[in-house]
């Protein structure tokens, strides 16, 4: 749902939007400052995320700015 504001009339007013597309899934992402307690190492966001997915469909983490990277194999 897409809500307009600033157009009067519009205001509030919930308007759907239908959108397709294709998308590659390329790997996963983990952002430390989104999490607590923040991972510091590969290793420590790797423990995160096998909580929830087998991680062996994908390559080591590798630190790229602000996050850690599991590239898809």
Known sequence: MLDLEGF?????????IVLRCEAEFTGLVVVPDNLEPAPK???????VLE????????SAPHWDDFRFVFARR
């Open 8 to 16: 009067d009339e519009l205001d509030g007013v919930d308007i759907p």
């Open 41 to 47: 190492t590969p290793q420590e966001a790797s423990a």
């Open 51 to 58: 909580r929830f997915i087998d991680l062996g469909c994908f």
